[in-house]
């Protein structure tokens, strides 16, 4: 198994950052591709961004691109979102997922392994 385990959410206003991370164990996190999803109340899980498993090759949503940076530390066993000029469509529950392959997943049926999110919360 993959357990991973999301933290750095919280409330923030329009305009604000914040840097959510995903600690991964179990199997090995140099070998998978790597991705966040996020999803408000009553709406479906969408894709925000995606790392292979060396840090050389992301992707993003286009409502992240420009603002989301998605990078990682396979020392530290660590996936990082870092989110800036949060806006308030950006609320809802940020969750990481192993893909369990090399490269990169834009979709939840690529991913195998799931966190159980953090919220993050952006006023007006």
């Known amino acids: 198994q993959v357990a991973l385990v999301e933290s750095g959410g919280g409330l923030v206003q329009a305009g604000g950052s914040l840097r959510l991370s995903c600690a991964a164990s179990?199997?090995?996190?140099?070998?998978?591709?790597m991705g966040w999803f996020r999803q408000a109340p009553g709406k479906a899980r969408d894709f925000v961004a995606t790392?292979?498993?060396?840090?050389?090759?992301?992707y993003y949503a286009d409502s992240a691109k420009g603002r989301f940076v998605i990078s990682r530390d396979n020392a530290k066993n660590t996936v990082y979102l870092q989110m800036n000029n949060l806006k308030p469509e950006d609320t809802g529950v940020y969750s990481c997922?192993?893909?369990?392959?090399?490269?990169?997943?834009?979709?939840?049926?690529?991913?195998?392994?799931w966190g159980q999110g953090t919220q993050v919360t952006v006023s007006s």
């Open positions: 179990g199997r090995t996190f140099s070998n998978v591709a």
């Open positions: 997922a192993a893909r369990s392959e090399l490269g990169i997943g834009l979709g939840e049926k690529n991913y195998d392994y």
């Open positions: 790392i292979n498993w060396s840090g050389r090759t992301t």
